[in-house]
Every structure is written in C-alpha cells, then in structure tokens.
C-alpha cells in the first residue's frame, strides 16, 4: 500500500487509524467479475496457497480456498508475516495456519465458508473482506460433518436460512458473495432455489450438476444448468464435469453443455492443474517441481504438501520412487526426491533469517504466559525445565525403519547395556500441544519442540537424551530435519 501523506492526517484532523481506515474504504476496489471465467473449485486440503497460486500460472481466472469454517476462521488471529509476504490467519491454541495468503492473488481469491448462521458469518466476512475479492458459502457439501453442524447441502433444505445468510453477508459487506449448491432431484425445484438465493443479492452462484446424495462415478447432469441458466440473470458457474475433462478443451465443452457463463474445476484440477493451460498439459515432474518450490517459498505444511503431491502422483505412488515419497515426514524430504534438497534448505535459512516462525517455535499461550511471569518475576529456578538439557528437536517417525529404531526404544536398550535404571518420562500438556521431559541417569532432558501428541513429544524427549549421551550424531541429525538447533 502507498504511504499516506501526513498534510492530509493534519488537514483532516483524524486519528491516523481512523484515517487508514477510512481512505481504504473510500479507495475503490474492482469488484471480481464471474463471468467467462475457469475457476479452481473449494478443495478439502488442495485449495491452500500454493495451489492456488500454480492454479493462477497455469490460466485460472479466479481460486477459491478450501471451505474453512466460520467457528475455526472466528477464532483465530489475523497476523501478516513480512518474512513470506503473507497475511496469515492463526489458531491461537496450537500456532497452526487456518488461512495464508498474499498480493499475488487477492484480486482473484475466493473465500469459502461453512457456516450455518448469518450472525456469525457476517462477522468473519467483516475480518476477511480485505484480504480477498469474493466471499462463497458452502450449501453443497453432502458430508456428515457439514450437515450434523447444519452447514453444506444441510441448506438445501432449509431456503429460508440459506436466503437469510446470503441477504445479510450482501447487505453487511463490501465485496462480492456467492454460494455453491448442488442440484435438487426435481429441475423446477432448482430453479425455483435458485431464484429465491439470487434474489438475496449474490454476485454469482456455482452449481454441482449432481445432486446430494450423486457421487463422482454418477453422470452428471448439464441439461439442469442449462434450464437455470436460462432463468436467473446472474452468472451461474458450473461445476461437476472433471470426469470427461482431460484438456483444456474439455474444461470449455463442458461450460458450454451446461450453456453457463463460467466453468469450475475440481478433480481434474487436483490431479493436474495444468489442465486450465491453453497449450496442454505439464509433465508430471515439472508440475510437482513448480508446486514444491511455491511450497517452500510459502512454507506450507508438509502433510498438506504431500497430499497434494499423492494426488498428482496418482498410481506411481506404487513405483520404488513413489514408495520412498510416501515415507517422507518434512517438506526437506520430499523436496530431495525431486532434486529441490539444496533450494528447500537455503529457501528456509534465508526465511529464518527474515523472521519467518514455523512450528518449530510454536508455544501454547498458556506456556507462553507462564514462562513470562517466570522471567518477570525472576524465579527461574521454579521453572520445571530449570536444569534440563534442552535442544529443538522434532520426532520424525519416517526416518526411523522399525520400532525397534525408536528413540525409546534405543535409549532403554542403551540403559539395560549400562546397567542403569530405564529412563522415565512426565509429559506436560497445553492445550492441544504436548512436551515431555526424559529422566535418566541423573539427568534430566526435553526436546523444546512442542509436539502434537504424547508419544511424540516422549520420543523427542528421547531423542535429546540419545544426542547428549553420544549415541547419535549432530550433522546426521540435521540433515534429517531432527535437530533444529
């Protein structure tokens, strides 16, 4: 953003908040326009940035995030990160990313929400509506976890709701909203939920060709988008055909099967995103190597890389490479598979140096609040960990081949050999995060790194011990991803 002039601070004589906020509400911002556009469809654990961000190089028009759900969105802490150049959204309680973004993309970024109350989704919209271009609420999904909570294909059947959101996020926001539905069984029926969900004022709305309870392996149904199409005047964007899209010429056939003004993309996104590419498809190898290196640039979380990863992967998974792929743990390992070991390694020393803070330096709030008090107050020698040996160490089950390689298991091995007393192990939790400390010998030691279950944070505990006590070395360590410091 330009740097204010302060003459106009002095001249109006507003607070420099108040004048932030209201130059950014007066500046005029293009509102997203629906129409002949290839979208890349709300994906569970494939909609994250660096996704996204492949789905925009490769020709998509417009991405929308995975549906992330207004409870968890609420909640969480909205947090820009200089060091990626991101603006985060945090989960207080165990320093995961709910939603990352950046520049690159806001012009063309599509929220997804699960919600089930106006009153609630108005105010993570109000949170969001600066970070991205158009807010879409999720009435489409058939899982049990959308439904039970009254979210998804729950506001098929309940109109009035589902009208009563969409009216109050139009009237509450200032950018455009949308919703995803899925067909109903009788095609008058859609229309006519259609009809009473555009009235509310939507910008545009996108409809699965299938109805809730159809799955993939079901045709769907492009003759009932037609018949919509042709009795709403907003943009309806069709979505529901990967299983006949190989190209990108299969993506505009299907636009026009169902006469709508926009096509949306799934599956056949997920398993190739080069599929919205004009000139074809990318080979294999280039894609995942374009989506690793936005994955380390962006930091994104290994298991949500990897998913991504099996998804493109597809059947080679099998193959001797595809097997040593699925017993990755770190973005490092997987990277090393495709040639990207150096660049995953100087891309994250150089986003350290800048500030950026992982899960490696994630505390709970209630250690965090109890280690300040203790430096406060200067009674470091209360602190349970005072005389513990220390060092930040993740358990990383897959560089380990069997139970019988464990970090327990080698430290109680170790033991009896010496004829000493097996080790012991308290744990402490906060939150939804676990440390442990391992005592052995006389001495005490944990990992600092902050684990997401007990066995884990025993076995990290084990790990410091193993690597003080000389039975495991620094530099083979490191180059794992167990040792971080």
């Not at 985060?88 to 997804?112: H, K, W």
């Not at 005047?233 to 056939?253: F, Q, T, V, W």
């Not at 033991?415 to 005490?444: H, M, N, V, W």
Request: charged share 25%.
């Amino acid at each position: 953003m330009q740097q204010l002039n302060p003459r106009f601070h002095s001249m109006l004589r507003l607070p420099l908040s108040s004048f932030l906020r209201k130059s950014l509400s007066m500046k005029t911002r293009q509102r997203l326009d629906y129409r002949n556009k290839l979208i890349l469809a709300p994906m569970v654990r494939v909609g994250t940035l660096p996704m996204r961000l492949l789905a925009l190089e490769m020709g998509a028009d417009i991405v929308y995030t995975e549906e992330l759900v207004d409870l968890k969105l609420i909640k969480s802490i909205r947090r820009p990160n200089p060091a990626l150049g991101t603006v985060d959204f945090v989960d207080p309680s165990d320093g995961t990313i709910v939603f990352r973004t950046c520049a690159q993309e806001t012009s063309r970024l599509v929220l997804q929400m699960g919600t089930s109350d106006a009153g609630r989704a108005l105010a993570v919209g109000k949170l969001l509506q600066r970070d991205i271009s158009g807010l879409d609420i999720n009435m489409g999904c058939p899982k049990e976890f959308s439904i039970k909570g009254g979210m998804g294909a729950a506001l098929l059947s309940d109109p009035d709701k589902a009208a009563l959101i969409l009216r109050t996020l139009c009237s509450g926001l200032d950018i455009p909203v949308t919703c995803k539905i899925r067909i109903l069984p009788d095609v008058e029926d859609t229309i006519g939920l259609v009809q009473k969900l555009a009235a509310t004022g939507i910008a545009a709305i996108g409809i699965h060709a299938r109805t809730r309870d159809e799955r993939p392996q079901n045709p769907a149904h492009p003759e009932v988008l037609r018949a919509v199409a042709q009795a709403v005047d907003i943009p309806i964007i069709a979505n529901g055909g990967s299983k006949s899209m190989h190209c990108y010429e299969d993506l505009r056939k299907f636009q026009v099967e169902c006469g709508a003004d926009s096509v949306m993309v799934a599956r056949a996104a997920q398993l190739n995103v080069s599929i919205f590419r004009p000139e074809g498809l990318l080979p294999m190898d280039e894609l995942i190597e374009k989506y690793l290196r936005l994955c380390v640039d962006y930091d994104n979380a290994p298991h949500n890389s990897k998913y991504c990863v099996q998804s493109i992967l597809g059947e080679l998974q099998e193959t001797p490479r595809g097997k040593r792929f699925l017993q990755c743990q770190t973005l490092q390992q997987i990277c090393e598979i495709w040639q990207l070991g150096d660049y995953c390694r100087r891309k994250q020393r150089e986003l350290k140096t800048l500030g950026n803070s992982g899960r490696a330096e994630v505390e709970p709030p209630e250690a965090q609040a109890k280690r300040q008090k203790l430096e406060e107050a200067a009674t470091a020698i209360e602190d349970e960990y005072a005389g513990v040996i220390c060092r930040n160490m993740p358990f990383l089950r897959s560089t380990y081949p069997s139970d019988n390689h464990l970090p327990k298991t080698q430290l109680y091995v170790y033991s009896g050999r010496a004829g000493k007393s097996p080790p012991a192990y308290e744990t402490q939790q906060c939150d939804k995060l676990f440390r442990s400390i391992c005592s052995y010998d006389g001495q005490r030691f944990s990992s600092s790194f902050w684990e997401k279950n007990k066995k884990q944070a025993e076995q990290g505990a084990a790990l410091v011990a193993l690597l003080h006590l000389g039975q495991l070395e620094a530099e083979v360590l490191r180059d794992n991803g167990s040792l971080l410091n």
